[in-house]
């Protein structure tokens, strides 16, 4: 029953930090942000959002930048929205899954060579 409660309030943070990054940050220095999971401890003490970020090198670095900046508003904003008693401490985490896929997809396409002639 525990694990299911945890798993829930998983899914809804990340729903909500989606929506808050999306629609509630006013820092000009976050681009294109992607939430691609919430891990939550077992005592909802803390949890660790892991996202994604597109765009150069300096876009990507501002927009860490600027979620590190926002982390109290956006702790605060998933508190209100959640309504539990303690709020989860947030720490940002970056994925690198997209940007490893996206290595692999152009080391496959430099593998294919042209069809041999008999």
Known sequence: MAQQRVEKIQEFIQQELS???LNGLKDPRVGFV???GVEVTGDLRSAKVFVSLMGSEQQKKDTWDGLQHSLGFLRTEVGRRLGIRHTPELSLHL???LDNSDHIQKLLLG???PERKS
């Open 19 to 21: 929506k808050i990054i």
């Open 95 to 97: 994925d690198k899954s």
């Open 111 to 113: 593998l294919q060579t």
């Open 34 to 36: 992607t939430v691609t």
